[in-house]
């Protein structure tokens, strides 16, 4: 008869926390080269912290293009979306960082990937009057008629939140 209890879930050691710790500050800081160094040895390009970010989500959302372009050339996955149900592009957009948009779409991500909540980076980037960004995701093939769960749009999205500029640029696919 199988035993149908639960494993018990491993206890860390403070050594091994301290190293995860150190690991996702490099994500953060951009420490390009030590990441490397560890992907090279095996540390799993994919690893999540307890919000769920992914190294590449870190990475992204702090600006660090070259590392992500490093972690996505081993393995790292440009649509995996935290617990909020953020993707790294989408986080990228919100920062507004063009290069990391960039090296994001080079390494794979889709111009229109979505977390559950259906909001897309160009949602976010619009919200957020990214103009710059708004017109790279335009160039990228992203859908400005796409609807988030709510059935809004980016041009929707942008009204709702007051900003100045990304409306306009939009206007064309609205209505």
Known sequence: MPNDAPKPTPELDEETLAFAAKVFHYARIGAT????????????ANLR???GDSLLMLAS???HAETCRVL???GGDPELANDRGQTPLAGAAFKGDEDVIR???EGGAK???????GRTALMVAAMFNRTGIVDLLLAHGTDPQARDAGGHTAY??????GAADTPGQLSRWHG
């Open 49 to 51: 912290n307890e919000k």
């Open 111 to 117: 111009v229109d990937g979505c977390g559950p909540d």
């Open 156 to 161: 929707d999205a942008a009204i709702a939140m």
């Open 61 to 63: 959302y702090h600006g």
């Open 103 to 105: 090296a994001l779409l």
């Open 33 to 44: 080269q030590e990441l490397s160094e560890l992907l090279e040895q095996g540390l799993p």
């Open 72 to 74: 996505m050339r081993h």
